[in-house]
């Protein structure tokens, strides 16, 4: 296994939570896959933060891969998604990073959220 590269994103929750009460849907649709909406909406507690965590390592994937969010990568290209045992994973429909592995740890200590990401092959 050789590292391709490293990302890694803060989010502050309370700018989150500002965002959530003025366009909860716009924002959700815009960042986040219908998958992971159906995720997010199953939330019960710790949603503002849990949103932020997964905001965090969206764009600390986009570090990873080193393009950033824009023409070549967009936030609906990729999904943060939980195994069974709570790890996060980050599922890829890109062809062009299918043979890449990533690893992706996310962390929140209210007003933050912070997420690293592992790009590896
Ligand atoms: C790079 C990106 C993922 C995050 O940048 P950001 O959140 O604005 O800024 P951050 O403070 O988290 O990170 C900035 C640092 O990322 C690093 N960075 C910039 N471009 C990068 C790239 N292509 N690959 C890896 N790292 C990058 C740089 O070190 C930069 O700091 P520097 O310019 O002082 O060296 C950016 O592409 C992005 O945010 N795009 C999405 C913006 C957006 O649509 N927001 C709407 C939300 S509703």
Known sequence: MK?????????????????????????LKKIFTSNEISLIRDFK????????????AKEAFAKSIGTGIGEELSFLDFEVLNKKSGQPYIQSRMQKLKKMKFNLSMSDDYPW?????IASK
């Not at 590292?3 to 924002?27: A, P, W």
């Not at 507690?45 to 965090?56: D, P, T």
């Not at 959220?113 to 990401?117: I, S």
């Open 113 to 117: 959220a912070v997420a690293f990401v």
């Open 45 to 56: 507690l710790n949603i503002s933060s849990k949103i932020a965590m997964r905001f965090a």
């Open 3 to 27: 590292i391709i590269g490293i990302g890694t994103d803060i989010v502050n929750i309370k700018r989150v939570e500002k965002i959530l009460k003025q366009n909860k849907s716009m924002f």
